[in-house]
């Protein structure tokens, strides 16, 4: 019946396990890619045997190639451009951290400038926890553009993975998981093309299950440090799933509280663990103050109870033209599930959305490693890799209470699933048939298959203007390099960096606007920046406004017209209007 089904449809979202038409006929392609790299393999492999025994090496190489590999990209693929509420709400928490702040104070006439994920009052401040912005100030801070903090963050957490397989395999699969996740989640994935997050969180899940082994096995208090480090981190970026990430570490620990020796020493390993987290929920608790006045009440809470919780991706009128999203909305527009405060949660709801989700596994998988997730089950029988099914079990069914899903929720877990697909590989490579080795050649033309599947779109997205590039890029199934610009905000920041001098945007919505296509966001400092955004509140509401900017020159800018169109601001002289305050 599954088997059917996966042919029902072409479209990833409506297929049961996410496959797209690209997913069908690259695997065709990368068959026959595949066979001339199998000509090079006996001269690769002693190379990369040598190599894998080099950890340092490996973790440096490892770190570089998605670097390299994305900023060969950068003529065809410029610097990602923020599109998404969560993206503005991130870089406003870099930029305040940039200053040496965790919150703003609150502008004299904040209705101007209220929108999406952002708080105006007890301060001007990003909902969301500092752990995201933290890598964006550093690499604005350090390089310039918020983006480098994006790359770093990706290239932290892909030398990491190599790191943690390293605690649960063999020097040379671990070499090979290192690599998988820089194909999976480098170049051309939107955790490094774009700011809403994923790489830090999937660097924290690295620290925390690859010194968990580490642990058990010396305990050091090295790994104990490393352990609480992973976990401080993933507290600062996702606090919910950071619960679900404690949750795994102390059911792995359960076997060692049955011996007396082994209890003393995790006994002393959490207290390590602990001290080193003192300093997050430290930070925490500050931001809380700082940015809601309480100690104890988050800014995402704080943003809730003030503005509630956003249903659906319809308006009052008309509902989406879908066309018109950007692929991470269109995830959540096709996914998303109604919710309201005074609906109960229901087993047959829950267990819907869970079923639906299955979808966005394939997300963390290339096409071809679903072969190895099938040898994976093999391995469950020891407890090692049943606790790593259990693990990922727990955040899918943690994730799931929340209406909304995107991958980088659980993106502490990214390493476990490459865990899977390198213990699959392994598995399937002890294969014998009639006692000769067979599962070996079958273990490496899947690994060259992925490799195959990344060289594939990659190079499409090298030669980015070619016809045969431009006519099969379109079926490109989970990949969001190519994805551009649908909002039309490059053109008009474009038109708006020509104007010299400082600029005050009015933002005119139209009566069919979708909310969530958001266009108000600003600087830190608001009062500082060179282009101020605002909300159209009307004539006279606006007057209070460009009294307030009396040097800015006022534009107007009505986003939903196709493509968005920015003009003067039409109104009474500012001379008329009287004093600046």
């Known amino acids: 019946m599954l088997f059917s089904q996966l042919f029902r449809s072409f479209v990833p979202l409506r297929n049961p396990i996410g496959f797209g038409a690209s997913d069908f006929i690259?695997?065709?392609?990368?068959?026959?890619?595949?066979?001339?790299?199998?000509?090079?393999?006996?001269?690769?492999?002693?190379?990369?045997?040598r190599l894998a025994q080099r950890t340092g090496w490996c973790m440096l190489a490892v770190a570089a190639l998605p670097v390299v590999l994305r900023l060969l990209l950068l003529p065809q693929?410029?610097?990602?451009?923020?599109?998404?509420?969560?993206?503005?709400?991130?870089?406003?928490?870099?930029?305040?951290l940039r200053h040496f702040g965790l919150?703003?104070?609150?502008?004299?006439?904040?209705?101007?400038?209220?929108?999406?994920?952002?708080?105006?009052?007890?301060?001007?401040?990003?909902?969301?926890?500092?752990?995201?912005?933290?890598?964006?100030?550093?690499?604005?801070?350090?390089?310039?553009?918020?983006?480098?903090?994006?790359?770093?963050?990706?290239?932290?957490?892909?030398?990491?993975?190599?790191?943690?397989?390293?605690?649960?395999?063999?020097?040379?699969?671990?070499?090979?998981?290192?690599?998988?996740?820089?194909v999976e989640f480098g170049p051309l994935n939107e955790w490094m093309n774009g700011y809403w997050g994923g790489g830090v969180s999937a660097a924290a899940g690295c620290l925390v299950f690859g010194a968990m082994p580490r642990l058990r096995q010396r305990w050091l208090t090295r790994d104990a440090m490393f352990l609480g480090v992973g976990l401080a981190v993933q507290w600062l970026t996702r606090p919910y799933e950071c619960i679900l990430l404690a949750a795994c570490v102390l059911l792995y620990f359960l076997p060692a509280l049955r011996k007396t020796e082994e209890a003393r020493k995790l006994a002393r390993a959490v207290t390590i663990v602990v001290l080193v987290m003192l300093p997050a929920a430290a930070i925490t608790l500050i931001q809380n103050k700082q940015v809601t006045g309480s100690w104890t009440t988050l800014p995402y809470m704080l943003s809730r109870y003030q503005y509630g919780v956003p249903t659906t991706f319809t308006t009052q009128s008309n509902p989406v033209p879908h066309r018109e999203l950007t692929p991470p909305q269109q995830l959540e527009y096709r996914m998303q599930?109604?919710?309201?405060?005074?609906?109960?949660?229901?087993?047959?709801?829950?267990?819907?959305?869970?079923?639906?989700r299955v979808r966005f596994y394939r997300f963390f998988f290339f096409a071809p490693l679903y072969l190895a997730l099938a040898a994976f089950l093999v391995a469950l029988r020891e407890w090692r890799f049943a606790w790593v099914a259990l693990c990922l079990l727990i955040f899918a069914l943690g994730?799931?209470?929340?209406?909304?899903?995107?991958?980088?929720?659980?993106?502490?877990?990214?390493?476990?699933?490459?865990?899977?697909?390198?213990?699959?590989?392994e598995r399937l490579s002890r294969l014998t048939i009639r006692a000769l080795p067979a599962g070996s050649?079958?273990?490496?033309?899947?690994?060259?298959?992925?490799?195959?599947?990344?060289?594939?779109?990659?190079?499409?997205?090298?030669?980015?203007?070619?016809?045969?590039?431009l006519a099969l890029r379109q079926h490109e199934t989970w990949d969001a390099i190519?994805?551009?610009?649908?909002?039309?905000?490059?053109?008009?920041?474009?038109?708006?960096?020509?104007?010299?001098?400082?600029?005050l945007v009015f933002v005119r919505y139209w009566p069919q606007h979708i909310f969530q296509q958001e266009w108000v966001y600003n600087a830190a400092d608001v009062d500082g920046a060179r282009i101020v955004w605002a909300r159209d509140l009307g004539t006279d509401e606006n007057d209070k406004l460009r009294r307030y900017y009396p040097d800015r020159t006022s534009w107007l800018l009505e986003p939903d017209a196709r493509p968005p169109k920015l003009s003067r601001y039409e109104a009474a002289p500012v001379s008329t209007l009287g004093v600046a305050p």
């Open 482 to 503: 190519n994805h551009g610009d649908p909002a039309g905000r490059a053109a008009i920041q474009k038109t708006l960096a020509e104007v010299p001098g400082k600029q």
């Open 337 to 356: 599930v109604s919710f309201h405060g005074d609906t109960a949660e229901t087993v047959p709801r829950f267990l819907g959305r869970l079923e639906y």
């Open 441 to 469: 050649e079958v273990a490496q033309l899947i690994l060259l298959l992925c490799a195959a599947h990344f060289l594939f779109w990659y190079g499409l997205h090298l030669f980015d203007q070619q016809p045969f590039s």
């Open 77 to 96: 693929h410029p610097v990602p451009f923020p599109n998404i509420s969560d993206e503005f709400s991130h870089l406003l928490a870099a930029d305040t």
């Open 103 to 182: 919150a703003n104070p609150p502008h004299p006439l904040h209705q101007f400038f209220e929108t999406l994920d952002v708080l105006q009052e007890p301060s001007y401040s990003s909902i969301y926890p500092i752990g995201q912005g933290a890598a964006l100030a550093i690499g604005w801070m350090i390089f310039g553009h918020p983006w480098a903090g994006v790359i770093l963050s990706v290239a932290v957490f892909c030398a990491l993975c190599y790191w943690m397989l390293r605690g649960w395999t063999t020097p040379g699969w671990a070499l090979a998981g290192g690599l998988l996740a820089v």
């Open 399 to 425: 994730a799931n209470f929340y209406p909304f899903f995107f991958p980088h929720y659980i993106a502490a877990v990214t390493c476990l699933f490459i865990l899977a697909s390198v213990t699959g590989l």
């Open 26 to 49: 690259e695997l065709a392609f990368a068959v026959v890619l595949v066979l001339p790299a199998m000509a090079w393999r006996p001269w690769i492999e002693p190379y990369a045997t």
